[in-house]
């Protein structure tokens, strides 16, 4: 088999790195030896050029995987006679000479801070877990990059979905001159086409799309795209409240384990439901949120955009007394399979129909895009979230677009320069 124009400018990037970036980030479909020739260029790297005592790692979603590309260095050691220079342990490679190792690690590691090395592999990055440690793992292997000067790191994988945490990463590599970005259109073509038939006609669209076509593909049960919400998204971080303007607010209340998030919207005369601000408080079990501070925001609030608010009963029944005790208007609502089918089914169709202006805040967009809309029964869906993540914004957003859009826009004035004028770049905690 002959190598591949893309085989080769990884090999060149590899062993010639003054020739390129000492970043590099290739996705390939399956089955297209993204790791077999990877191992051969780390036992490259470890039998020649590594210091003495140095150490590469490999580092995978958890150690089995991390460890299966050294089976396939193992492997090409066996087979090329290497044995008397590099020695096969458990779970690392070593040089019998200089001492210097290639070691497998588990991006779920507890801890991988005051790494130092010159040659990093990230195996799959795509579908490494959304979790802390995952996350924190892959801080810590890139921002020790320039410890070492001459260090290198190749992140290898086929497409994932795009909602995953690393697509901002391999956007950043794609547009970047620090990086060799290299993208492999798919299927691999040694692959007959009976296999991939047959993938094709058992695996979810997705799954195929992303690991045979290597594209970036939501999942079907998702909410929306990440294309979508992109169009929705507005050039501003808070719109100050204008006059004639009709504005609802809605309150998604937690204590201990979610947070508590406000949204702030009106409805253009367009039909446009317009988000102008959102303000979350992120709680822990040592320190809940204080809902006399939320109490007090809200209030603020009223004050400034003249609101109601919308909240559900069980969570927040006693402030929903005090506000009303103060002539506040508070409405309830109650959550039911069909009340939440209702919201669910109102976002979606605001995104799909590019009528909701969102604030330019990238957390805002990723919980959009991760939140899935489940179908509890037929005809009946409802908004939900992987265990790892949250959907208290989305939550939020969707009580206040749901009792904007089930009422006729009252507004004249379109969303134009006059609103573009008033947008403040407020962040942090200096609200007013």
């Known amino acids: 088999m002959v190598a591949t124009a893309e085989q080769r400018t990884l090999a060149a990037a590899v062993l010639e790195p003054k020739a390129g970036p000492r970043l590099v980030w290739l996705e390939a479909p399956k089955g297209y030896s993204k790791s077999t020739d990877t191992a051969g260029l780390s036992i490259a790297r470890l039998a020649t050029d590594f210091p003495p005592l140095a150490e590469g790692y490999v580092v995978a979603a958890d150690l089995d995987q991390s460890n299966r590309l050294l089976d396939k260095a193992r492997g090409l050691i066996v087979r090329s006679g290497l044995g008397g220079v590099l020695r096969v342990e458990a779970h690392r490679l070593v040089n019998v000479k200089t001492g210097a190792r290639m070691v497998a690690l588990a991006a779920d590691a507890p801890s991988a801070e005051g790494l130092l090395s010159p040659w990093y592999v990230l195996d799959e990055l795509p579908r490494w877990p959304a979790t802390t440690s995952a996350r924190g793992m892959w801080t810590a292997v890139f921002s020790s990059l320039p410890k070492w000067p001459a260090a290198q790191l190749v992140v290898l994988g086929h497409a994932g979905d795009p909602g995953h945490w690393s697509y901002r990463l391999r956007e950043r590599a794609r547009t970047s001159e620090a990086w060799l970005f290299g993208h492999v259109p798919g299927p691999t073509p040694w692959l007959s086409a009976a296999d991939l038939e047959e993938q094709r006609a058992v695996l979810l669209p997705s799954e195929y799309a992303r690991r045979h076509l290597n594209v970036w593909a939501a999942g079907e049960d998702r909410l ?21 303007v009709r504005y609802v607010g809605a309150l998604d209340v937690g204590l201990t384990h979610d947070r508590c998030v406000v949204t702030i919207a009106h409805r253009d005369a367009d039909g446009t439901v317009v988000v102008d601000r959102q303000h979350t408080w992120q709680e822990s079990r040592a320190r809940p949120v204080n809902l006399g501070e939320v109490e007090a925001f809200l209030r603020e609030l009223h004050r400034h955009y003249r609101c109601p608010f919308r909240v559900d009963p069980f969570q927040a029944v006693h402030l929903a007394q005090k506000l009303r005790g103060d002539g506040i208007p508070v409405e309830e609502f109650a959550f039911s399979s069909q009340s939440v089918g209702r919201l669910a089914v109102t976002l979606y169709r605001l995104l799909a129909d590019r009528l909701l202006l969102l604030p330019d805040d990238q ?34 957003l969707a009580l206040v677009a749901h009792r904007l859009a089930e009422r006729p826009a009252r507004m004249r004035a379109k969303w134009s320069g006059a609103l573009q004028a008033s947008v403040s770049v407020t962040r942090g905690g200096d609200y007013w």
């Open 224 to 244: 929306t795209s990440r294309e979508d919400v992109a169009a929705c998204v507005g050039g501003y971080d808070v719109l100050e409240p204008q006059p004639g």
């Open 363 to 396: 957390e805002l967009v990723d919980e959009l895009v991760n939140v899935r809309l489940r179908e509890t029964a037929p005809g009946q869906y409802r908004i939900d979230h992987d265990p790892d993540k949250h959907d208290d914004r989305v939550i939020s």
